[in-house]
């Protein structure tokens, strides 16, 4: 009896182990992290624009369904940054927007660019010292999985 209740308690364990979980992956130059998605989620992707080199930051909300723009917020007006302001913040030109984009997202940085990324205020990507594609994606992952390459 003993054993069957050991085998059951493993087995158990394993199958909530690859049991896929909603989560937000990160993958940049062939490294992916994964933050687990309880429910809707801001991520702030904040970098130095390449050419202004000024501070922008897009704000996205995160959700089962997917990814949604909901505001852009940047510093002048040069090459490659909007033009339709629709207020001022301090600092920051805001666009505010409510744009689906799927269920991920890329970016491709430099180093001059800086990227960090936050979920929910949290620090979850900082750019390393090279150039890459950085990746955003809405998905289930293996409970395991997450686990391991928790960002």
Same mark, same amino acid.
């Given at each position: 009896?003993?054993?069957?209740?050991?085998?059951?308690?493993?087995?158990?364990?394993?199958? @909530?182990?690859?049991?896929?979980?909603?989560?937000?992956?990160?993958?940049?130059?062939?490294?992916?992290?994964?933050?687990?998605?309880?429910?809707?989620?801001?991520?702030?992707?904040?970098?130095?624009?390449?050419?202004?080199?000024?501070?922008?930051?897009?704000?996205?909300?995160?959700?089962?369904?997917?990814?949604?723009?909901?505001?852009?917020?940047?510093?002048?007006?040069?090459?490659?940054?909007?033009?339709?302001?629709? $207020?001022? @913040?301090?600092?920051?030109?805001?666009?505010?927007?409510?744009? $689906?984009?799927?269920?991920?997202?890329?970016?491709?940085?430099?180093?001059?660019?800086?990227?960090?990324?936050?979920?929910?205020?949290?620090?979850?990507?900082?750019?390393?010292?090279?150039?890459?594609?950085?990746?955003?994606?809405?998905?289930?992952?293996?409970?395991?999985?997450?686990?391991?390459?928790?960002?």
């Amino acid at each position: 009896m003993k054993k069957f209740f050991l085998f059951l308690l493993l087995l158990l364990l394993v199958a @909530s182990m690859i049991f896929p979980v909603k989560t937000v992956g990160i993958k940049f130059d062939g490294k992916e992290c994964y933050y687990p998605l309880s429910s809707t989620q801001t991520l702030d992707v904040d970098y130095t624009h390449s050419v202004s080199l000024t501070k922008v930051v897009d704000v996205y909300r995160i959700t089962d369904q997917g990814i949604y723009a909901i505001q852009e917020k940047w510093q002048e007006f040069l090459a490659g940054q909007p033009t339709d302001v629709q $207020y001022r @913040s301090g600092d920051f030109y805001v666009k505010d927007m409510n744009m $689906y984009l799927g269920r991920s997202w890329e970016y491709w940085f430099i180093p001059l660019n800086k990227a960090t990324l936050k979920i929910n205020g949290r620090t979850v990507f900082i750019q390393p010292p090279e150039e890459g594609i950085l990746r955003i994606n809405v998905g289930r992952t293996p409970l395991i999985l997450m686990l391991i390459r928790r960002c």
